[in-house]
């Protein structure tokens, strides 16, 4: 079955980079997904990365896909005060599962000035 | 990025009442949308998958006559929790798929408090 796991909490300094683990298992994933969340609010998408690509780059966040170890990280370059918040990774089920998306539990970031 | 409003952000009701929450794609059309129910500290539970004039895929465990879902518009769905308990309360958030691209664009999410 599918499955999507990530750390729970990561705490840095304001300026120091970031990166935040998740690991999946479903080997037929096509894209992969990291979401931040807000204290109350909805989901934003940060950024998404094909299957076929081992990096995409937007601006201060970097995307690592292996996907021989199908493993996918998120790193963020000089972390502020206002990138804490919880980020989800997510694997999209295509076929007749519909566009499903399939979400890890969540990492806490936490950054202190 | 797509925008997707939800309405009410959020309502408090009375046990046995119901309530309607609507999930709006603003600015592009949505074939698929999706309604998720998020307790605190915890991720995303995917409750129902909504096709545009069809009816909706409900995950397993979801009561599908508790949790009414309509799509009856290319930018519009709804979610109606009927009857509602105390256990309802929850954070629902809708999302919505651009018919063109695997994205998928979730809505500020709507606080349900059933007393």
């Known amino acids: 079955g599918e499955d999507v796991e990530q750390s729970l909490f990561l705490s840095v300094r304001e300026g120091d980079s970031s990166v935040i683990n998740c690991t999946y298992t479903?080997?037929?994933?096509?894209?992969l997904y990291w979401y931040k969340q807000e204290p109350g609010a909805g989901l934003q998408l940060l950024t998404y990365?094909?299957?076929?690509?081992d990096m995409k780059q937007d601006q201060r966040l970097t995307v690592l896909l292996n996907k021989k170890d199908k493993h996918l990280s998120l790193r963020i370059a000089d972390t502020q005060t206002g990138d804490s918040a919880i980020y989800f990774c997510?694997?999209?089920?295509?076929?007749?599962?519909?566009?499903?998306?399939?979400f890890g539990q969540g990492t806490e970031l936490s950054v202190k000035p | 990025g797509a925008v997707v409003s939800q309405h009410p952000s959020r309502v408090i009701c009375k046990s046995g009442t119901s309530v309607k929450i609507e999930c709006r794609s603003l600015?592009?059309?949505?074939?698929?949308m999706f309604w998720y129910r998020q307790f605190p500290k915890q991720s995303l539970m995917l409750m129902a998958t909504?096709?545009?004039?069809?009816?909706?895929?409900?995950e397993q465990g979801v009561e599908k006559d508790k949790f009414l879902i309509n799509h009856a518009s290319l930018t519009l769905s709804t979610l109606t929790v009927t009857s509602a308990h105390p256990e309802d309360s929850s954070f629902y958030i809708c999302?919505?798929?651009?018919?063109?691209?695997?994205?998928?664009?979730f809505g500020p999410g709507t606080r349900l408090t059933v007393t």
């Open positions: 909504s096709n545009e004039g069809s009816k909706a895929t409900y």
């Open positions: 479903d080997s037929s994933s096509t894209y």
């Open positions: 990365i094909f299957s076929n690509m």
């Open positions: 600015d592009f059309q949505a074939t698929t």
């Open positions: 999302s919505a798929r651009d018919a063109k691209y695997y994205e998928q664009y």
């Open positions: 997510a694997e999209i089920l295509v076929g007749n599962q519909g566009g499903k998306l399939i």
